[in-house]
Every structure is written in structure tokens, then in C-alpha cells.
């Protein structure tokens, strides 16, 4: 009997220890990936309302939710970027009065984007 503790214990540990290791991979992936975002439409407007707040991904990866309301030429949207905050990143520039252009895609009424640029 206790050779198969010995046995069968440490094969539990090293086989959770080895789901552990492929989940933390797999949620580094897609904390990468929140960076790349499929551009299939652009929107333009001025910036009238803009909310930034950090929020955890998975285990201690953390990204910055950033939510903009655009006002348009004929309507508002709604805009969300998502930032993966690393060693290199930089911090929000996309200030209330701005006028921009964003590259994303709709995800129902909202926009999400990545890129962006600003006009004068």
C-alpha cells in the first residue's frame, strides 16, 4: 500500500502541475493577442467622454479598459481599447475634446479598436 502512494501521489502533483503550466501558456497567449485587433472598419469623431480603468486578465496579467463615447457627424458610439500592460507599454493618450480615427471592428454597438489616429 505504500508503495503505491508513493507511486501515485506524485503523479496527481506533476499531472495538476502540468494542466497549471498549459493554462498559464494558453492565458499568456491571449493576453498577448488583445493587442492584435482585426481591422475592419474605421470610425471618426471627437472624443466627449473617456473612462480608464486596470483590470485583471488571468493569474496577474492586468490590461487598461479604456471606454470612449464618439461623438460623430451624424451619431455617438461607444469605443472600447484594450491594452496589455507590459514592461514596455505606454500609458493612455487619447484625451476628452481629441478628434479621432479608430481601426476595429463592432462587436454589437460597440466599437472595439487598437489603433488609432488623431486629426487636427
Not at 501558456?25 to 486596470?54: D, F, P, T
Not at 484594450?82 to 500609458?91: A, G, L, M, N
Request: net charge positive; proline share 3%.
Amino acid at each position: 500500500m505504500i508503495l503505491v502512494t508513493a507511486i501515485v501521489i506524485p503523479l496527481i502533483f506533476f499531472y495538476f502541475l502540468h494542466l497549471t503550466i498549459e493554462n498559464r501558456k494558453k492565458r499568456h497567449e491571449e493576453w498577448l493577442r488583445l493587442a492584435e485587433v482585426k481591422e475592419l472598419a474605421v470610425i471618426a469623431g471627437e472624443v466627449k467622454q473617456s473612462l480608464s480603468k486596470i483590470e485583471r486578465f488571468a493569474f496577474d496579467y492586468k490590461i487598461v479598459v479604456e471606454r470612449y463615447v464618439l461623438k460623430g457627424s451624424k451619431q455617438s458610439f461607444k469605443a472600447i481599447r484594450r491594452i496589455p500592460i507590459t514592461s514596455d507599454s505606454i500609458p493612455p493618450t487619447i484625451k476628452e475634446g481629441e478628434q479621432i480615427t479608430c481601426y476595429g471592428y463592432w462587436e454589437k454597438d460597440t466599437f472595439i479598436f487598437n489603433r488609432y489616429t488623431a486629426r487636427s
